[in-house]
């Protein structure tokens, strides 16, 4: 494994309800980072469906088994081009359906993630909640954790992750307007916070009445925005992470006099009340 990997972060408008042609961009933007050498590509939110439905029976249509025939497909491109994907996608499972993330690599499917935290949003007003809890897979490219959007809101998401030993953070999204801060200045606390790196992939364009503000980033493990798109474009940004930098959570700013460490230093028997169910 080296310890260097090329992400690429591709900020694509979506179609909703058309996902042959979402796939057919999707495999097409592949193969245009794999020519630049990236290793993990990343595609936003529901990058394959679209996201503005008005209803749960109006997106069933377009829902997919995971796996399933457009996974298929990605993995095929995976194996040719020797690349590792995240793609968002609209899943169903037997009576239900979830807003989930695919990771798929040369050797087919390595995991997928179901989001756990809905906003009252666009088809998060009606998939259910995620069913099963945070997970981090390893790769040839390092350990690679996924959540979705409004779930980098809740901090212990990538705290989880990182405790299981999370390299890179991934989280596709569908920030609209009003979301701006979020993409200013949270995704670089959970960076900065979890010493881990960061992508964070946003789509742009206007679907159904809602603006989306793009903002797509590549963020290191000590926080420092390593690339950015801007907010109206359709593009593709790549950035490089050394693992080593997020495997080593203790800095030492002078030997013995000031030195940290965001994992060993926690506390976590004062910590009880995070898990508490609260009434406010």
């Given at each position: 494994?080296?310890?260097?990997?090329?992400?690429?972060?591709?900020q694509m408008?979506?179609?909703?309800?058309?996902n042959?042609?979402?796939?057919?961009?999707?495999?097409?933007?592949?193969?245009?980072?794999?020519?630049?050498?990236?290793?993990?590509?990343?595609?936003?939110?529901?990058?394959?469906?679209?996201?503005?439905?008005?209803?749960?029976?109006?997106?069933?249509?377009?829902?997919?088994?995971?796996?399933?025939?457009?996974?298929?497909?990605?993995?095929?491109?995976?194996?040719?081009?020797?690349?590792?994907?995240?793609?968002?996608?609209?899943?169903?499972?037997?009576?239900?359906?979830?807003?989930?993330?695919?990771?798929?690599?040369?050797?087919?499917?390595?995991?997928?993630?179901?989001?756990?935290?809905?906003?009252?949003?666009?088809?998060?007003?009606?998939?259910?909640?995620?069913d099963?809890?945070?997970?981090?897979?390893?790769?040839?490219?390092?350990?690679?954790?996924?959540?979705?959007?409004?779930?980098?809101n809740?901090?212990?998401?990538?705290?989880?992750?990182?405790?299981?030993?999370?390299?890179?953070?991934?989280?596709?999204?569908?920030?609209?307007?009003?979301?701006?801060?979020?993409?200013?200045?949270?995704?670089?606390?959970?960076?900065?916070?979890?010493?881990?790196?960061?992508?964070?992939?946003?789509?742009?364009?206007?679907?159904?009445?809602?603006?989306?503000?793009?903002?797509?980033?590549?963020?290191?493990?000590?926080?420092?925005?390593?690339?950015?798109?801007?907010?109206?474009?359709?593009?593709?940004?790549?950035g490089?992470?050394?693992?080593?930098?997020?495997?080593?959570?203790?800095?030492?700013?002078?030997p013995?006099?000031?030195?940290?460490?965001?994992?060993?230093?926690?506390?976590?028997?004062?910590?009880?009340?995070?898990?508490?169910e609260?009434?406010?």
């Amino acid at each position: 494994m080296s310890d260097k990997v090329k992400i690429a972060a591709v900020q694509m408008d979506p179609k909703i309800t058309e996902n042959s042609g979402n796939l057919d961009r999707i495999l097409s933007e592949i193969k245009v980072a794999a020519d630049k050498s990236a290793d993990l590509i990343v595609f936003p939110e529901c990058a394959l469906t679209g996201y503005v439905f008005a209803s749960r029976e109006e997106a069933m249509p377009v829902m997919e088994t995971i796996p399933g025939p457009s996974t298929d497909k990605l993995a095929a491109c995976c194996q040719e081009l020797g690349v590792h994907v995240i793609v968002g996608l609209l899943e169903i499972d037997a009576d239900k359906c979830f807003n989930a993330a695919v990771l798929i690599g040369p050797q087919g499917l390595v995991g997928k993630y179901r989001k756990n935290h809905l906003p009252f949003l666009g088809i998060d007003r009606f998939v259910d909640h995620g069913d099963k809890p945070f997970q981090v897979y390893q790769t040839p490219i390092g350990n690679i954790g996924m959540h979705i959007c409004y779930d980098c809101n809740f901090p212990e998401s990538a705290r989880v992750m990182t405790l299981q030993g999370a390299d890179i953070l991934v989280l596709p999204t569908n920030w609209p307007e009003g979301r701006g801060y979020v993409a200013r200045y949270i995704i670089n606390s959970r960076a900065y916070e979890n010493k881990v790196h960061f992508v964070a992939v946003n789509r742009v364009g206007r679907e159904r009445g809602v603006k989306f503000i793009g903002q797509s980033k590549i963020i290191s493990a000590l926080g420092d925005t390593l690339a950015q798109a801007d907010s109206d474009n359709e593009q593709i940004i790549y950035g490089e992470v050394n693992l080593a930098d997020a495997r080593q959570k203790h800095i030492v700013f002078k030997p013995g006099e000031f030195e940290i460490d965001y994992i060993h230093d926690r506390r976590p028997e004062l910590y009880d009340k995070i898990t508490e169910e609260q009434n406010m």
